[in-house]
C-alpha cells in the first residue's frame, strides 16, 4: 500500500522543516494540505505546491482552537478525503530563562507546540481507524531529550509530545495506526536564524557532522517513517541531528 | 427501511467483525463479541454517527450490550 493519492496534512507547512515535508510527501504522491496560520501563508502553500507540481493546497490553520482544527479537518475530508497522514509540525518558541519566564510565555508554548498535536490528532484519528490504516509523524527536538537553556517551556512541550507518541501508539497499533516522532537537531530555518551568533558557533562544535542541517534531511526522515517501509515502527523517536545527540 | 434493531446489529457486525447471526439482543460487546476498549469506543461513534446523535460518555459507558444500544437509540429518537 503506497503513499500514493493518500491525504496528508502538514500543520505549519508555509516554510522551514513544514514545507519541506510537505514537498517530500507531495513528490511520494501524497495529496497534501499545508496549513499555515494567515490567509497569505495558505496562499503560499498553494501556490508552492502547485509550482513543485503536486496535488493539494495550503489552508488556514489555528492549532490552538480545537473548533478551527475540526472544522479545517472536516473541510479537507469533504474536499481531499479523510487525511491518513498527519504530521504535527506546527510550532513555537517563547525561550527565555525560567526565573523570567511569564506565565503566557510557557502557557503559549504548551498549548502551540503539545496540546496542538492531542487536537489534532484526535480529529483525525476516526478517519485513520475507519481505514484500517494510518500514519502519524509528530516533530519533536533534539532538545527534548538534551534540555536547553532558556527553553525549559518548549523542552517540556516536546518531551510531552514524545511520551504522548509512545503513549498513543499503543493505543491504535491493533488498527494498523503508526505513530512516530522526528527529533530534529539544529536545521537551518528561520526559528534558528533567530539564535544569537556566539550561540550559533558553539553549538557547530557539539555537533559532529559540524554543520546545521536542512529541513530536506529532516523531511526525509518523515518521509519514511509515513512510508509503506516503515510499517513495523510506531513509538519510535527518530534522532536526525548530526550526531549532537547520541545514545 | 430497516428497523433500529437490524441497523444496530449491521453497524455492530461491521465495527466487530462478526457475522450478524452470531449477534443476538443479549450479546455483550466485550464477553460475547470479542471487542476491546478501543472497539466500543469506535461503535459508539459509528452508532452517532447511523442515528445522528451524540451520545455522551456517561451513557456510552452504559452500552454494553446490543441491547441497551438499541434501547438508548429507541429512547433518544
Known amino acids: 500500500m503506497s503513499i500514493e493519492g493518500k491525504v496528508a496534512l502538514v500543520t505549519g507547512a508555509s516554510r522551514g522543516i513544514g514545507r519541506a515535508t510537505a514537498y517530500a510527501l507531495g513528490k511520494m504522491g501524497a495529496i497534501v494540505v499545508g496549513t499555515a496560520t494567515s490567509e497569505s501563508g495558505a496562499q503560499n502553500i498553494t501556490e508552492g505546491l502547485a509550482e513543485q507540481g503536486y496535488q493539494g493546497k495550503g489552508y488556514v490553520l489555528n492549532v490552538t482552537s480545537q473548533e478551527s482544527v475540526d472544522s479545517v479537518v472536516k473541510a479537507i475530508t469533504e474536499e481531499f478525503g479523510a487525511p491518513l497522514i498527519v504530521v504535527n509540525n506546527a510550532g513555537i518558541t517563547q525561550d527565555n530563562l525560567l526565573m523570567r519566564m511569564k506565565e503566557d510565555e510557557w502557557d503559549s508554548v504548551i498549548d502551540t507546540n503539545l496540546k496542538s498535536v492531542y487536537r489534532v490528532a484526535k480529529a483525525t484519528m476516526r478517519g485513520m481507524t475507519k481505514a484500517r490504516w494510518g500514519r502519524i509523524v509528530n516533530i519533536s527536538s533534539v532538545v527534548a531529550t538534551m534540555g536547553n537553556m532558556g527553553q525549559s517551556n518548549y523542552a517540556a512541550a516536546k518531551a510531552g509530545m514524545e511520551g504522548f507518541t509512545r503513549a498513543m501508539a499503543r493505543e491504535v497499533a491493533s488498527r494498523n495506526i503508526t505513530v512516530n516522532a522526528v527529533a530534529p537537531g539544529f536545521i537551518a530555518t528561520d526559528m534558528t536564524h533567530a539564535l544569537p551568533e556566539e550561540q550559533h558557533k558553539a553549538l557547530l562544535t557539539q555537533i559532529p557532522l559540524a554543520r546545521l542541517g536542512q529541513p530536506e534531511e529532516i523531511a526525509n526522515a518523515v518521509a519514511f517513517l509515513a512510508s509503506e517501509g516503515a510499517s513495523y515502527i510506531t513509538g519510535e523517536t527518530l534522532q536526525v541531528n548530526g550526531g549532537m545527540n547520541m545514545r | ?77
Open chain 2, 1 to 77: 427501511m430497516s428497523t433500529i434493531e437490524e441497523r444496530v446489529k449491521k453497524i455492530v457486525s461491521e465495527q466487530l467483525g462478526v457475522k450478524e447471526e452470531e449477534i443476538t439482543n443479549a450479546s455483550s460487546f466485550v464477553d460475547d463479541l470479542g471487542a476491546d476498549s478501543l472497539d466500543t469506543v469506535e461503535l459508539v461513534m459509528a452508532l452517532e454517527e447511523e442515528f445522528e446523535t451524540e451520545i455522551p460518555d456517561e451513557e456510552a459507558e452504559k452500552i454494553t450490550t446490543v441491547q441497551e444500544a438499541i434501547d438508548y437509540v429507541v429512547s433518544h429518537q
